[in-house]
């Protein structure tokens, strides 16, 4: 049960409490009085041009891809390039057996000067048959036929030029050289094979590797806001040949050459309601190869007055929609919705909820809040946004 005070002493009780309490609120107020106040570190948002991108996935193509392929039947004899190295149009590749071909060119040339033999005499009784038509020493029947005879080794003359030009050109494929410049791979055949027997063998594939290309998708409905957006005066067109393109490799580095956007498709694929864009990049060490998984970051616009902020700036509430920090002229803290679009490098392009001149938090987000009181640190590069051109 509680102790029950007697009446005399209770007023002692009461003023004892009362100290008590007097000296924990000034030990309070005196700890509030010696706590620092917060320093942070702020950018002062300002209106400049940025760069609309998107980040889209895709791969690597070859500009250009030939498949060498055997265009006569014959057996390999050799392989005169070296697997994985760089060729150039014209270079011989693989040799295949040319005796069964130098034959049948022979044959097409004697075939040739026999048909030129017969036609010199067709030639020559036409002309005597002529003359003596005219004489009536032979009928025109017989005039008739010598010339038809005549006409006919012509004839025969042209079949056999044809076929001596089908003899050298199967007589030149026995060489096999490469259609185009480029690294070629390894060898499909080995010396000894039988190569073009009814079928068009493969025999190596060449791809042209520098310059290279990227070709990346891009939803409909994603491209059709951005042509609403450049249409409404909202953005501004890059021009032709200006679309720089920035690609992004698998582990996540950035390629250090820059690209340039060559083109989007006209037809949109019905299965995935996507527009293929191709973009072009140089490769002269070769570190691109196709069939690599890339993503590129195309320039596809520009809005002549934009607001960005640092990534790390933002933060989120509970329901994940962003927020900044913002100090007033009192360096006082509030917290503002912001509406971000696409992220350009390390920032984010703010749509809405923020106007030029405002002073953003930066550095030291996590120890202070909103309605703190706050000093601005202004110590040089606290507003890098002055120099931020957002490409």
């Known amino acids: 049960m509680p102790t029950t005070l007697p009446p005399r002493l209770r007023p002692l009780a ?21 706590a620092p106040t917060p320093q942070v570190r ?20 070859a500009p250009r891809t030939a498949e060498v392929r055997a265009r006569v039947a014959g057996v390999v004899l050799k392989r005169v ?34 048909a030129e033999a017969t036609l010199y005499q067709a030639r020559l009784q036409e002309q005597r048959y002529r003359e003596l038509v005219d004489d009536k020493a032979v009928s025109r029947q017989e005039y008739d036929n010598a010339k038809a005879s005549y006409l006919q080794a012509d004839a025969a003359v042209a079949e056999a030029r ?40 493969p025999l190596a594939t060449i791809q042209q590797l520098d310059p290279i290309h990227a070709d990346v998708t891009q939803s409909t409905r994603e ?19 200006q679309a720089r393109a920035t690609l992004i490799q698998d582990d996540g580095s950035t390629y250090p050459l820059p690209g340039k956007l060559l083109f989007s498709d006209i037809s949109v694929d019905p299965s995935t309601n996507q527009i293929t864009l191709r973009s072009e990049f140089p ?28 990534q790390r700036a933002i933060l989120r509430d509970s329901a994940g929609v962003p927020k900044v920090l913002v ?12 509406v971000l679009g696409s992220a350009q490098g390390d920032r984010w392009i703010v749509s809405e909820g923020l106007a030029p001149g405002e002073r953003v938090v930066v550095e030291g987000l996590q120890h202070v809040k909103a309605g703190d009181q706050v000093q601005v640190d202004n110590a040089p590069g606290a507003s890098p946004i002055a120099q931020h051109t957002g490409q």
Not at 14 to 27: E, I, K, R
Not at 223 to 241: I, M, P, S
Request: hydrophobic share 40%; proline share 5%.
């Open 81 to 114: 390039y070296r697997e994985g190295s760089d060729v150039r149009q014209g270079d011989v590749l693989f040799l295949i057996d040319p005796a069964p071909f130098k034959a049948d060119h022979d044959s097409a040339r004697a075939t040739l000067a026999k």
């Open 327 to 338: 100090v007033d002229a009192q360096a006082r803290v509030s917290d503002r919705q912001v």
């Open 14 to 34: 009461l003023l004892a409490f009362l100290g008590l309490s007097l000296a924990g609120c000034n030990d309070s107020a005196e700890q509030e009085e010696q």
């Open 162 to 201: 044809a076929a001596l030009e089908r003899a050298r050109l199967n007589l030149g494929y026995a060489t096999v050289t490469a259609p185009i410049s480029g690294r070629i791979g390894r060898a499909q055949v080995t010396e000894g094979a039988l190569v073009g027997q009814n079928e068009t063998t």
């Open 283 to 310: 490769n002269p060490d070769l570190d691109l190869l196709p069939g690599s998984y890339v993503r590129v970051r195309l320039e596809q616009a520009v809005q002549p007055k934009g607001l960005s902020v640092p």
């Open 42 to 61: 702020v950018e002062t948002l300002q209106l400049q041009p940025l760069a609309i991108s998107s980040e889209l996935s895709g791969r690597i193509l």
């Open 223 to 241: 491209l059709n806001a951005l042509r609403r957006a450049l249409r409404a005066g909202e953005l501004q067109q890059v021009g032709d040949g």
